[in-house]
């Protein structure tokens, strides 16, 4: 064979591995591009959350920069899309008082959300002798004393949106829970065992993803 047709016949398979690579990156492409439209026709909503009620087991803020607690919170989240589900890999509940978390984080496993339906989850959230910041120790003590305390319910996780057999990306999830909580008085909650009290409170959340 000639050195001129060793050269064309180099050429030529440069040309047809050339073809292959644009072929693939034309495909991956369209591809792409049929996802993003897609997901633009179905516009993904992300999820409802209210915060139902709580129940306080223990809430005792008397000792000086500590606290102990134990919550069990009812918490629903609804799915308002008609063609998207949504996995919640991972959800992590806890209480927070002026931005200052006051119990442990407690998981919610793993589950799967359909179209338009609804879950409900109550974990408890607890902490035995949380050091507090002093200036939120003393406005904490000086609260209870005055009969209530306004704490927010938070719930930090990850999502996955599922459209047909499509699955995208992880994104973070962020839900934040007014609750406001009375002591002293049971006539705005109800009595659940000897020392604990449910408050009903129906409190929609605001939801960042």
Same mark, same amino acid.
């Given at each position: 064979? #000639?050195?001129?047709?060793? %050269?064309?016949?180099?050429?030529? *398979?440069?040309?047809?591995? *050339? *073809?292959?690579?644009?072929?693939i990156?034309?495909?991956?492409?369209?591809v792409?591009?049929?996802?993003?439209?897609?997901?633009?026709?179905l516009?993904? /909503?992300?999820?409802?959350?209210? =915060?139902?009620?709580?129940?306080?087991? !223990?809430?005792?803020? $008397?000792?000086p920069?500590?606290?102990t607690?134990?919550?069990?919170?009812?918490?629903? @989240?609804?799915?308002?899309?008609? +063609?998207? %589900?949504?996995?919640?890999? +991972?959800?992590?509940?806890?209480?927070t008082?002026?931005?200052?978390?006051?119990?442990? +984080?407690? /998981?919610?496993?793993?589950?799967?959300?359909?179209?338009?339906?609804?879950?409900?989850? /109550?974990?408890?959230?607890?902490?035995? $002798?949380?050091?507090?910041?002093?200036?939120? $120790?003393? @406005?904490? &003590? @000086?609260?209870? /004393? !005055?009969? @209530?305390v306004?704490?927010?319910?938070?719930?930090? &996780? +990850?999502?996955?949106?599922?459209? &047909?057999?499509?699955?995208? %990306? *992880?994104?973070? =999830?962020?839900?934040?829970?007014? !609750?406001?909580?009375?002591?002293? #008085?049971?006539?705005?909650?109800? $009595?659940? &065992?000897?020392?604990?009290?449910?408050?009903?409170?129906?409190?929609?959340c605001?939801? #960042?993803v």
């Amino acid at each position: 064979m #000639s050195v001129k047709e060793c %050269g064309n016949h180099g050429k030529y *398979r440069r040309k047809i591995f *050339r *073809r292959i690579i644009a072929g693939i990156l034309i495909f991956i492409l369209i591809v792409l591009i049929t996802i993003l439209l897609i997901w633009a026709i179905l516009r993904p /909503s992300k999820p409802r959350f209210i =915060l139902q009620d709580t129940t306080v087991y !223990a809430f005792n803020a $008397s000792t000086p920069n500590l606290l102990t607690s134990n919550f069990q919170v009812t918490l629903s @989240s609804r799915n308002p899309n008609d +063609r998207i %589900g949504i996995y919640y890999d +991972r959800l992590d509940v806890y209480a927070t008082y002026q931005n200052q978390q006051i119990t442990l +984080r407690t /998981s919610i496993p793993p589950t799967y959300q359909g179209h338009k339906e609804i879950n409900v989850w /109550s974990p408890f959230v607890n902490g035995n $002798s949380v050091p507090i910041a002093p200036e939120y $120790s003393a @406005s904490l &003590g @000086s609260d209870q /004393s !005055a009969g @209530s305390v306004f704490l927010m319910i938070k719930i930090d &996780g +990850r999502v996955r949106w599922k459209v &047909g057999t499509f699955i995208s %990306g *992880r994104y973070h =999830l962020y839900v934040r829970c007014p !609750a406001f909580i009375t002591f002293g #008085s049971k006539s705005n909650g109800v $009595s659940v &065992g000897e020392n604990a009290i449910k408050y009903q409170l129906v409190t929609r959340c605001s939801v #960042s993803v």
